[in-house]
């Protein structure tokens, strides 16, 4: 969260804040005003960012004279951070080198409204003359599907189409243009947005990821102007960029953040550009070619995950190099277009592999998809992108499959055979991930040291469907699963090559700066003491999947559950058990046929507490895994990273992911000594009449000290594990194989 310490110096400012008339012309003609629309909601009521940037603001050193200033609306909020700005009407503020109040008369406006938008612009043309304008969007936002700017007291927010609409109200007649158009706010870098208000300003700054709490800085950005009014739009929002992101990394090394800017008189080619795509991807559509479509979607991450939602908004260079072996023509063509229309853009090192803006491919959203479709593109400007994107949304809510799959097996690895070299060097030595040796995905397996104990490796003959039904949403998952189709077959048969075969699932690419990169072959150093010490510290397991199954397989993650202990039996029944979550550590041969997954008896802990955890998002570059708990009291998700610098794991922080409206929540906030930490267990039970059951189970509390949280890898506790394969098909579900158990 931003730093609050400048709510001192704003409170001093406020206390004498002078007043001007809500109708009379504050400056005579400015050269550069800002126009803030800041829709405080729970980020001001719980957190004073509003009030932060304010201060920011005041603090920027525009000049007096008013020729770079800022016009602020506030609103939106159940309570605000300072005395001055009001929680029962909206206000208006001027900023120049002091904040001004306009002492509007406004009653309390609904910020989700575009009416409200547009009386805003409206009331700054007439009373606020610049030679260029800026406006900045401040709240929650949500990408194509949820808008942005939610009024936390109406339940009420911006859709693409009602931003449109005020813009296009208030500017009508006048002659004016924005020189851009910002979004303080999440997931806003979208291409519906950019083409929705293309005709009404020359760029746009905002971000494909979630923000953090602190968003832009605006005494770096309005400092700038306030230097040189005359600095080009594209330069200003180079500023925003470059500032948003050494804010962020400052508060947060570890923090996943991106910032562009769009030139919007590029859009005509990328709107050609994608109409194009989404023709020739709706031609593979009705050729027959929707499992290999599902599987290159399913291997691309999508921004903004969390195990309580997602928005479906993908990468958009991700989107042309994961489609390059379907329609390598337009493909290609996409991925020059967004090469070009995002001008400039920046990251942390977790999102390096993103170009900028995204686009909505759904996928885990699919079978809610009728809720946002309609008004998803209501200018229709790119009607054969959306008639795939129906057809395709079709297709998956219309499928299913069954899996036929073996029974799993305990399999011997060794360290000499060249078969096992094969999967075990895909599987671990990081080709497709970029990790190299030793990388994070071997760390996902728990290390490659001693195992944490010996499994049995003895089938229990049961089929885990029939035993734990709907366990994680049962046999199938409709697009609700908690841990999302990431990577897809991270590990194909083809994986070092970076492309995918007629016949060969799609594979999560690496977005480079060149096309080509992303099928040269890397190195990955394993060495047979590496095979020899996976060998001699892994069990290894093993289903065999049919032609059939594999033709409907998109992608295999590995799940661990342990039998509760005797008292929970006693209380729920013998068939008890707690769920510890998924894991990406598995290899298909989509050759053969074989699946196959390493457990070395290790799991994460939490300050040696075993705890269950789920991985979120898998790419080229990084890991993002959760963990449920309770931190002081309240739902949350332990953020756990690995990457290069820390391919052990490292925890970013706490989110308590998705508010319980639908709003992604901003940044990570940080443990600090005297917090209350609890993992939250899912308890699986069958009740009288043989029903399936689920219910949460807290843990104990870890009370951190000044140590605070430390995440790591131990060997499990003693019990009885149930290890198995989780299917998931092209269709979105997802379906469990017989399990083996463990006794460690």
Partial sequence: MKKTALFLALAMILSMLPALPATAQMVSEADFAVLVYMCGTDLESRYGSATSDLSEMINAGMPQDGAVCALVQTGGAKQWQNDVVPADRTERFLITDQLYSLDAGLSQLDMGRPQTLQDFLTFAFENLPAKRYGLVLWDHGSGSTGGVCYDERTKHALSNEDVRGAISGATHGRGIRFNFIGFDACLMATYSMAETLAPYTQYIYASEELEPGSGWSYDKFLGALGQRPSLPADQIGQVVVDSFIDAALHDNPNDYVTMSVIDTSKLDALRQAVDTFGKAMKGQLDAGNFAKISRARAGMRAFGEYANAETDMVDMQTLAVGCKEIVPNEARVLYNAVQDAVIYHKSSAAEKSTCGMSILVPYRTAGSASHYLNSYDAQHTTPDYDAFIKEYVQAMQGGSYTFGSSPVQQVQVSGSSAED????????????????????????????????????????????????????????????????????????????????????????????????????????????????????????????????????????????????????????????????????????????????????????????????????????????????????????????????????????????????????????????????????????????????????????????????????????????????????????????????????
């Fill in 421 to 744: 070299q094969d999967w075990l060097n895909e599987l671990i030595g990081g080709s497709q991930s970029g990790m190299g040796t030793g990388g994070v995905l071997s760390q996902i397996l728990g290390g490659l040291g001693e195992s944490g104990g010996s499994a049995s490796g003895t089938s229990s003959g049961g089929s885990l469907e029939d035993l734990l039904g709907g366990l994680l949403g049962g046999g199938t998952d409709e697009g609700g699963d908690s841990l999302g189709g990431l990577i897809g077959s991270l590990f194909g048969s083809e994986a070092d090559s970076g492309e995918y075969g007629d016949d060969q699932p799609g594979q999560l690419q690496t977005v480079d700066d060149d096309w080509n990169d992303g099928a040269q072959q890397q190195d990955t150093g394993l060495t047979q003491d590496h095979f020899d010490s996976v060998a001699a510290n892994h069990s290894a397991y093993s289903v065999q999947l049919s032609q059939s199954d594999l033709q409907n397989l998109s992608y295999v993650e590995a799940s661990l559950m342990i039998a509760a202990p005797a008292q929970f039996r006693q209380e729920y029944g013998d068939t008890t058990f707690f769920d510890l979550g998924r894991t990406q550590n598995v290899h298909v041969d989509w050759d053969s046929g074989q699946v196959r997954g390493l457990f070395n008896g290790n799991w994460p802990t939490l300050n040696g507490r075993m705890v269950p955890m789920t991985d979120q998002v898998v790419t080229q570059d990084y890991v993002r895994s959760a963990i449920p708990a309770l931190i002081n009291d309240q739902q949350q998700f332990v953020v756990v990273a690995f990457n290069k610098e820390n391919p052990g794991g490292v925890i970013v922080g706490y989110s308590e992911g998705y508010d319980e409206n639908g709003n992604p929540a901003r940044g990570y906030q940080q443990f600090k000594s005297g917090d209350m930490v609890a993992p939250i267990y899912n308890l699986i039970y069958w009740d009288a009449s043989g029903n399936q059951r689920q219910e949460p189970f807290v843990g104990e509390n870890i009370l951190l000290d000044q140590e605070g949280l430390t995440f790591s890898y131990a060997p499990v506790e003693r019990g009885d594990y149930y290890y198995c394969f989780v299917l998931n098909d092209v269709y979105g579900g997802a379906h469990f194989t017989d399990f083996t158990e463990m006794q460690f």
